[in-house]
């Protein structure tokens, strides 16, 4: 029998045994607990302090263990209603009660989420950078505010051009990164624009900060310069929130032309630019373009980074490049917020980045990620001929689908949980009303390649039952298919 599972057995019985006693009554000795129930001191003391830890017991030392105090049972079930007034005049965004991609169930293939599956990760190339920083003498000093000048070098050669480290801010991931942004850069009320369709995690960042989305079309060459002008023109935004590259959800990259013409119109309005550039490492093996921040010397460029996405979804790291006042402001935030970066995290990261290993996982992940796109791209024009795929990417983690007349998005949400896959609806990424029915499927994190076929004929064949009209009669049970 294992440590833990010794432990949970003991921890059980004297769960049971406390019922039986009185407050203050002694429990038997460890000596005791040893012989009676043939377990070694090590499986006593960690039920000891397990049960102490919960409340059922107290220790004193030279004396022996007691039961703890029991608190009273409260009557009736709790009352939180008054929360409702307390909370009134903050909107946050709700929890979607529709969105698959938190958990997948067993036997379930996932086209949700927007992480790797655990088989690209770099787990040992991640375990080994963490153990060697944490043998650093000072790995669990306090860093400084901006990060590690080590870490923050790394993303400033990564953003090009003549970005310089005292330029960068080292932050815990992109999502906290971009909502301190939206906080720092305007005020409350104000207008945003994005891109249509866009990041759902940009509009709930925007909208917990009390800022007002407001969408700008794209097309197959990305944002529209021409009607990004008339938004500003017409809304008085002073921020723009773009993702030039392998845009999620489209996988779109901005035109050469337009992102030059992105970055002075946005210039012209005195507005920031905030470039999420999320996917650098994420592209299928062409030449990715450079970032905007690398050509932009004024500081209208606020550039966003992370290592989560080509990594793992716990290396909360990431990089905020801006210049100016801002820096400083977001300095300021930095000492409100949270002071620093765990510095342990921190040393991870450039121990990671400083291997060439790193360099050959970004090549490995370009060849599957760019195969897994091939596959399910592939699966979709043979099962589902009549879903319009409007590009198929050239870097990224998902596809993006229009689906057909009469189909809507519930019902292939609603159908698919019996059919064992899980999707993102598309109306999630919109900042105003959806101009069609759409689907994000995510090929990177399946198990396997093969796994995306099969799913491909799963939602396929979810979808075929469907009456004409795309509505369920009732809630399809759980089923196992094929």
Request: glycine letters at 8%; one cysteine or more; aromatic letters at 4%.
């Amino acid at each position: 029998m294992s440590d833990s599972s010794s432990t949970e057995t003991l921890v059980a019985i004297l769960r049971t045994e406390i019922a039986r006693l009185a407050p203050g009554d002694r429990l038997p000795s460890s000596r005791d607990l040893i012989t009676r129930h043939g377990v070694g001191p090590v499986t006593v003391s960690r039920a000891i302090a397990l049960l102490a830890a919960e409340g059922a017991v107290v220790t004193r030392p030279g004396s022996g263990t007691y039961v703890a105090t029991r608190r009273p049972q409260a009557a009736g079930e709790p009352d939180t209603s008054w929360q409702a007034v307390a909370l009134a005049g903050r909107h946050v965004p709700p929890e979607r009660p529709d969105d698959q991609s938190a958990t997948v169930p067993a036997g379930a293939i996932a086209l949700s989420g927007g992480y790797l599956h655990e088989s690209l990760q770099p787990t040992r190339l991640l375990g080994g950078a963490l153990a060697r920083a944490a043998r650093r003498p000072d790995a669990w000093h306090r860093a400084p505010a901006a990060g590690l000048s080590t870490l923050r070098s790394v993303f400033a050669r990564q953003a090009g051009g003549d970005v310089d480290p005292e330029d960068v801010l080292v932050t815990g991931g992109g999502q906290g990164a971009l909502s301190m942004l939206f906080r720092a850069i305007t005020s409350p009320g104000n207008p945003v624009l994005v891109e249509s369709p866009t990041y759902p995690g940009a509009l709930a960042a925007a909208r917990s900060a009390g800022l007002q989305p407001v969408p700008v079309p794209m097309d197959e060459h990305g944002l529209r310069p021409d009607l990004l002008a008339d938004a500003f023109a017409m809304t008085g935004a002073r921020v723009l929130y773009c993702q030039p590259t392998f845009h999620n959800p489209t996988g779109t990259v901005l035109s050469p032309e337009r992102r030059r013409q992105v970055v002075e119109v946005a210039r012209a309005a005195g507005a920031f630019l905030i470039e999420d550039d999320f996917a650098r490492h994420l592209g299928h093996g062409r030449p990715v373009p450079r970032p905007l921040v690398a050509d932009d010397r004024d500081g209208t460029v606020i550039h966003l980074t992370s290592l989560t996405k080509p990594a793992s979804p716990s290396l909360r790291i990431g990089a905020v490049v801006a210049r100016g006042p801002v820096m400083r402001r977001l300095l300021g935030m930095r000492r409100v917020d949270d002071f620093f970066i765990a510095r342990p995290l921190q040393e991870a990261a450039v121990e990671l980045l400083s291997t060439p290993a790193w360099e050959r996982h970004l090549r490995a992940l370009a060849g599957a990620l760019q195969h897994r796109c091939a596959v399910l791209a592939g699966a979709l024009a043979r099962e589902l001929p009549d879903w319009a795929l409007l590009h198929v990417p050239e870097g990224g983690l998902h596809l993006w689908l229009r689906l057909p007349p009469g189909l809507t998005e519930a019902a292939v949400a609603e159908a698919s949980p019996a059919h064992r896959i899980t999707v993102n609806l598309g109306y999630h990424h919109f900042p105003a009303e959806p101009p069609a029915a759409h689907l994000r499927l995510g090929f990177a994190a399946a198990a396997e390649p093969a796994d995306l076929a099969e799913a491909a004929a799963r939602l396929a064949a979810a979808t075929r039952g469907l009456p004409p009209d795309g509505q369920l009669t009732s809630r399809p049970r759980w089923r196992p298919t094929g």
